[in-house]
């Protein structure tokens, strides 16, 4: 028995060990990024490097804000994944009550449309929606960061999973008391659906927020740019300013991270919503 | 006319679905669409000529495109089993410690996963610096010589591939934890009580068991790293010497930098047909081999 006992702790070592190391690999990168942030620009072509910054220094954040649309581009990005976050969880929520609650013609339609087209990569769209959204004169607008995203088709199969699992005897009820479909949809659909918004919600804030190519594609002056973009634009800029850029970099990342902090329950169980069981 | 009333009767149901799936027309499956029309068209700033099939021609007798998917197969294959690896080992070891410890780690691993693509390739850029970045100072603090990393046509792939590998799999981790916990514990105890060793353990139960979820991994994985992007926009623009430039990246520079659009919508197309037919072959090898 204690031979047993001993064997299972030294294996428990052993994992805490590799844990450990793998967890650090990950970790080292971001820690860096932020080292490399408070540092003086010039000790960054010291060699060996500062492993700990021992004169920690604000001047790259402030340089950052004077020279560069900062302020805007964040702006642009809370503008951006805000609005997308909150138009898509009514829409989904709406589209995916319809889908598994509702039994119409057309519905098994809708539900395989939706689902295939979660396979098709980005690079089939991206070339005639430009086009399109140029013949809008939408191009270096927020309509043309914003809508485009809205459309995205994953909420909506989010939605209709987990609504599957309502039961119906409640939605019943409510209609033979008399209440009306929308009065059914607000008052006892969407309230029961509250854990499902919320990972919509994050999942979407936080996929919008980091997204890349498709503002990239869709924005051209400086004043339009979402975060990620002007960082883009800043790398192609000044590439070996890295105390400048990793200072960029910290001030975009922070703000995730603290959303994963707070919302961190979500993150841990949510991702299992959308998955086949 | 059965078929009309019964639509009238659902209006609410179709009220309730249209105004996402108008957006959903009209900014996805109508692009799509438009998208497979315009492949066939020699589609730039000076001509919009009906060609037929003469980009996808051009695309196969292009040796740049043949570059391209080598280098994307080459990164998917390199990324997805290693990364899937690691995030079975991860799980597997976090399994039997107490929830404040395994919550610890998912979220350690898990906190690359919010930083975009474009904060984590920035940061490698800086990270793989031949001079000054952090790898080179733990080459030579262990006694080896510095590498070029990402200027060396040889490690170019291979440090991104790195990379993608160490910062990656922490969705993953959490859904394979989560399908973990709902495999019942006694199975474990029993096969440790007869004698197995962790690896029969892991092999003749933790895996078989835990199929669906891999599956579902393996697909989404493939496809997200088959369509890799801001890696390589940041970082190496497909160098040096095209040795990673992927097919997502030259779809981007055929389209908006050279504004070949017909030719960058028959590149797409392709790209589509490969990823399904990954997908297939995925889905039909791992259900054929399920034995419990």
């Known amino acids: 028995m204690n031979t047993m006992k001993m064997k299972r702790f030294s294996k428990k070592t052993v994992s805490l060990i590799i844990l450990s190391i793998l967890a650090l690999l990950a970790f080292i990168p971001l820690y860096w990024m932020i080292v490399t942030a408070f540092k003086e620009p010039t000790l960054t072509m010291k060699f060996p490097p500062e492993i700990f910054p021992k004169n920690p220094t604000f001047q790259n954040f402030e340089s950052l804000f004077q020279r560069r649309d900062l302020f805007r581009w964040t702006l642009n990005s809370v503008i951006v994944a805000g609005t ?35 396979m098709i990569p980005k690079q089939v769209t991206i070339v005639p929606l430009y086009i399109m959204v140029a013949n809008f004169g939408m191009v270096d607008s927020y309509g043309g960061l914003i809508l485009p995203s809205i459309a995205a088709p994953f909420g909506v199969f989010l939605m209709r999973q987990f609504m599957l699992s309502l039961p119906n005897e409640i939605i019943d009820a409510a209609r033979i008391d008399g209440a009306g479909e929308f009065r059914t949809f607000w008052k006892i659909i969407l309230p029961m659906s ?4 919320a990972v919509l919600g994050i999942f979407t804030f936080v996929g919008e927020w980091n997204s890349f190519l498709w503002p990239l594609i869709v924005t051209q002056s400086s004043k339009m740019k979402t975060l990620q973009a002007g960082l883009a634009l800043i790398q192609e800029e000044v590439p070996m300013e890295y105390a400048y850029l990793m200072a960029g970099a910290t001030f975009a990342a922070i703000p995730m991270i603290i959303v994963f902090l707070s919302f961190q329950k979500y993150f841990l169980r949510g991702v299992t919503v959308g998955a086949v069981k | 006319m059965n078929l009309l009333k019964s639509i009238w009767k659902n209006k609410a149901a179709y009220l309730f679905i249209m105004p996402h799936f108008a957006l959903f027309l009209t900014f996805f499956l109508i692009p799509v669409g438009w998208g497979m029309y315009l492949s066939l068209f020699d589609y730039s700033v000076f001509s919009q000529e009906f060609i037929g099939f003469d980009n996808y021609k051009e695309i196969f007798s292009d040796n740049l495109f043949w570059k391209a998917l080598g280098n994307t197969f080459l990164y998917t294959f390199g990324v997805v089993p290693l990364w899937l690896g690691k995030a079975l080992l991860v799980t597997v070891l976090i399994y ?3 929830k404040g410890i395994r919550t610890f780690f998912k979220a350690m691993f898990y906190l690359p996963h919010v930083s975009s693509t474009v904060i984590i390739a920035m940061i490698w850029l800086w990270v793989f610096n031949p001079n000054f970045g952090l790898l080179n100072f733990f080459m030579e603090s262990v006694g080896l010589d510095p590498v070029v990393w990402l200027g060396n046509k040889a490690t170019a792939l291979p440090s991104l591939i790195m990379m993608q590998v160490i910062m990656g799999g922490g969705s993953t981790i959490v859904l394979l934890s989560a399908a973990m916990s709902s495999i019942p514990e006694y199975l474990f105890e029993a096969a440790e009580i007869e004698g197995a060793s962790s690896w029969q353990i892991f092999r003749k139960i933790t895996v078989p068991l835990l199929k669906p979820t891999i599956l579902y991994s393996l697909v989404m994985g493939t496809i997200a790293n088959f369509q890799t992007f801001s890696n390589i926009y940041i970082m190496t623009e497909g160098g040096p010497e095209f040795s990673t430039l992927t097919v997502a990246y030259l779809v981007y520079e055929t389209a908006f930098k050279n504004y070949y659009l017909g030719l960058a919508s028959a590149m797409s197309m392709i790209m589509f047909v490969i990823l399904v037919a990954l997908a297939l072959i995925q889905f039909k090898w791992l259900s054929s081999n399920v034995e419990y």
Do not use: N
């Not at chain 1, 995916?96 to 295939?116: E, L, M, Q, T």
């Open chain 2, 96 to 98: 039997p410690f107490r």
């Open chain 1, 84 to 118: 997308v976050t909150i138009t898509q969880i009514f829409l989904c929520a709406m589209a995916g009550y319809a889908i598994a609650k509702k039994r119409f013609p057309g519905s098994k339609i809708f539900f395989w449309i939706y689902i295939s087209s979660m």
């Open chain 1, 194 to 197: 509250k854990p499902a918004l």
